[in-house]
């Protein structure tokens, strides 16, 4: 009979399967990081348009009102109170929405705008009408818990002030971007910021917050659910007294404690090292979490003019802060370094 011959058979051993098994592993481990990144940086710049779209209705609000929206406002055609958000609506492409509200008959509950969300930001705390960004208002101080004995917010505290004051009646004079361009510039001072990280109530966009009809609202709890961010009141979580033995070393964006300030008033995210912050002359940046209270201070105000007794420039709540710097003897001079860090 003829004589087969051995056929050859060519297969892994258990070394070589172990091998490929250990690169592959080894190529997972270094593309998920890639991939995971990919998506956070395309979620970080659509996060980047929606402020800048924020910044872009503020300015062309200005362009045609010459004045700048409260953060409490009054519709002109409504007795209506609202939050900043409703008078930029037209300029949002939501004429529809502002309408209804001019009118005397908002939606209840308040429709979810895609704008007002950061895809990065966690599932919002709010059912309704959730939004991840907030208003520059300063320090917010109101002075007076009574129908005329208001002296009006500092002008130079903030960006958006209160239009409405203590029992709805209060009105403020003409207020625009040109004040804010000829104080510290409008490329040096906010007008948006987020606030929406995992420790934060997050802010529902029709609301003001009801709780500072008295003097000022100091963010001592989770309760502010109005989209605004400042500098923290002086009987909250943060004291004069607090900032002058040393607050100036406290984290102050992105703190990783419920109580702390960098949560219930300033800014915070869930981008990693950072928030994204709105210019008030329409630019935007990603700023670091480890920015120092004397700049925040300088970048939050709109005119600090140092330690002014005056109520155009400063409160002094606001100076409190200002004067963190080089234990409050010398005023900090920004630079162009502290927008990108």
Excluded at 296 to 314: C, F, H
Aim: aromatic share 8%; charged share 15%.
């Amino acid at each position: 009979m003829p004589r087969h011959l051995p056929v050859n058979r060519r297969g892994f051993t258990l070394v070589e399967l172990l091998v490929v098994i250990a690169i592959i592993s080894t190529l997972m481990g270094l593309l998920l990081p890639a991939v995971q990144n990919a998506r956070e940086a395309s979620r970080r710049n659509a996060c980047h348009n929606n402020v800048a779209n924020l910044a872009k209705a503020l300015i062309a609000y200005d362009g045609s009102k010459g004045s700048l929206p409260g953060w409490k406002h009054k519709l002109t055609n409504s007795t209506t109170f609202t939050s900043w958000t409703i008078p930029l609506l037209p300029n949002l492409e939501r004429s529809d929405i502002f309408r209804a509200w001019e009118d005397g008959t908002p939606p209840s509950p308040p429709p979810t705008i895609s704008i007002f969300q950061c895809p990065s930001s966690p599932a919002p705390n709010a059912a309704d009408g959730s939004i991840a960004y907030a208003a520059n208002v300063g320090a917010n101080s109101i002075v007076g818990s009574t129908a005329g004995t208001e002296t009006p917010q500092a002008k130079g505290d903030g960006v958006f002030l209160d239009r409405i004051g203590v029992t709805g009646t209060y009105a403020k004079g003409s207020y625009g971007l040109d004040t804010i361009s000829g104080a510290d510039g409008t490329s040096n001072t906010f007008a948006f910021s987020e606030k929406c990280n995992s420790l934060v109530t997050q802010a529902t966009w029709n609301r003001y917050d009801t709780d500072s009809n008295s003097v000022a609202i100091n963010w001592a709890s989770t309760a502010s659910i109005a989209p605004i961010f400042g500098i923290p009141g002086t009987s909250g979580v943060v004291t004069d007294s607090a900032i002058s033995a040393g607050f100036a070393t406290f984290k102050v964006i992105n703190s990783g404690t419920a109580a702390a300030v960098g949560n219930w008033s300033l800014p915070s995210s869930t981008h990693p090292g950072s928030v994204v912050v709105g210019y008030c002359d329409g630019h935007v940046g990603s700023l670091s979490d480890s920015i120092s209270v004397w700049v925040y201070a300088q970048l939050v105000t709109s005119d600090s003019k140092w330690n002014s007794p005056n109520w155009y420039t400063n409160s002094a709540r606001a100076n409190n802060w200002l004067k963190t710097y080089s234990s409050g003897t010398t005023p900090y001079i920004l630079s162009e370094g502290d927008m990108n860090r």
